[in-house]
Antibody
Framework: QLQLQESGSGLVKPSQTLSLTCAVS??????????WSWIRQPPGKGLEWIGY???????YYNPSLKSRVTISVDRSKNQFSLKLSSVTAADTAVYYC?????????????WGQGTMVTVSS | EIVMTQSPATLSVSPGERATLSCRAS??????LAWYQQKPGQAPRLLIY???TRATGIPARFSGSGSGTEFTLTISSLQSEDFAVYYC???????????FGQGTKVEIK
């Protein structure tokens, strides 16, 4: 059973860089033709897709965040990571990693449990 | 950018009744439409993909329909565990982007 687990800093100061990692267990990040996304949810609000990385390393980001986002993959550790620079209070959210399944019309079939990140001085 | 609009924002339903949730896309998304259920403090759970196919383990009381720009999620007989927030989500092939609706909260009447 594939599982995803987010980890990283829960408190980030304004203007600094948010860094999170998603560890993949129960399967290889490089197999199956899947892509791996980051999605966030501000408190009491809806879901926003941040960006994705394919196992090959190709990436695509939400245009609204593109200038501040970097997603990378470490196949040796079976994990992928998110960096979001120049954060403000508006970036306070629960951050999820998720897998999209091309056999499911690219729906997100597996999610991590989420990690809360607060931007505050 | 494709915008997804869900209605209503809140739906009050009694247990055992039918719930009908709507999702509209600002342009055609074909059948690249999914529905998720989210309970407080939990990650979203995939219910429906391809507009009408139930994900593994999802009860038959959940059904999806529609294509193009108009989609519906129907819960035929609400159980206590179904009270939650539901999101629709579209996938665009190129550029590859995913967009969620703002959610519909199904609450106990």
């Amino acid at each position: 059973q594939l599982q995803l687990q987010e980890s990283g800093s829960g408190l980030v100061k304004p203007s600094q860089t948010l860094s999170l990692t998603c560890a993949v267990s129960g399967g290889s990040i490089s197999s199956g033709g899947y892509s791996w996304s980051w999605i966030r949810q501000p408190p009491g609000k809806g879901l926003e897709w941040i960006g994705y990385i394919y196992h090959s390393g190709s990436t695509y980001y939400n245009p609204s965040l593109k200038s501040r986002v970097t997603i990378s993959v470490d196949r040796s550790k079976n994990q992928f990571s998110l960096k979001l620079s120049s954060v403000t209070a508006a970036d306070t959210a629960v951050y999820y990693c998720a897998r999209d399944n091309p056999r499911y019309y690219a729906a997100f079939d597996i999610w991590g449990q989420g990690t809360m990140v607060t931007v505050s001085s | 950018e494709i915008v997804m609009t869900q209605s209503p924002a809140t739906l009050s339903v009694s247990p055992g009744e039918r719930a009908t949730l709507s999702c509209r896309a600002s342009q055609s998304v074909s059948s690249n439409l999914a529905w998720y259920q989210q309970k407080p403090g939990q990650a979203p759970r995939l219910l429906i993909y391809g507009a009408s196919t139930r994900a593994t383990g999802i009860p038959a009381r959940f059904s999806g329909s529609g294509s193009g720009t108009e989609f519906t999620l129907t819960i035929s007989s609400l159980q206590s565990e179904d009270f939650a927030v539901y999101y629709c989500q579209q996938y665009n092939n190129w550029p590859p982007t995913w967009t969620f609706g703002q959610g519909t909260k199904v609450e106990i009447k």
